[in-house]
């Protein structure tokens, strides 16, 4: 495989593993810039590409399984432009200023 995008996803670890990476494993020796990651949320990780931040993205309800952003997320119209037309629920992106990261648009009726 090669030119494999990552793009516009909630990545979130749910158990620990101790010793190896268990979010991503791509082996890129041959081909060393096959893989993006951009506008992406990852919990308990670490910033792998640009777009990508290190932050409480403020999910609505989390331990429920609810990713969607609060106001006031770090997220909202912090992603960059990837000429997506439609969010995960198939929801028009942008709303705001710029994309926002991750798999859900704020759908806020002001600026948080």
Avoid: C
Wanted: charged share 25%; aromatic share 12%.
């Amino acid at each position: 495989m090669q030119d494999i995008r990552v793009e516009h996803n909630t990545v979130l670890r749910t158990r620990s593993h101790e010793g190896y990476n268990d979010f991503f494993w791509f082996n890129v020796e041959d081909k060393p810039n096959t893989v993006t990651l951009r506008n992406n949320i990852f919990i308990l990780g670490t910033p792998l590409g640009k777009g990508e931040i290190i932050a409480n993205p403020l999910f609505v309800n989390m331990e429920a399984g609810d990713y969607h952003l609060n106001a006031g997320s770090p997220a909202i119209d912090a992603g960059i432009d990837l000429k997506y037309k439609r969010d995960f629920q198939n929801k028009k992106v942008p709303f705001g200023d710029a994309p926002d990261m991750g798999a859900y648009e704020w759908r806020g009726s002001a600026k948080p």
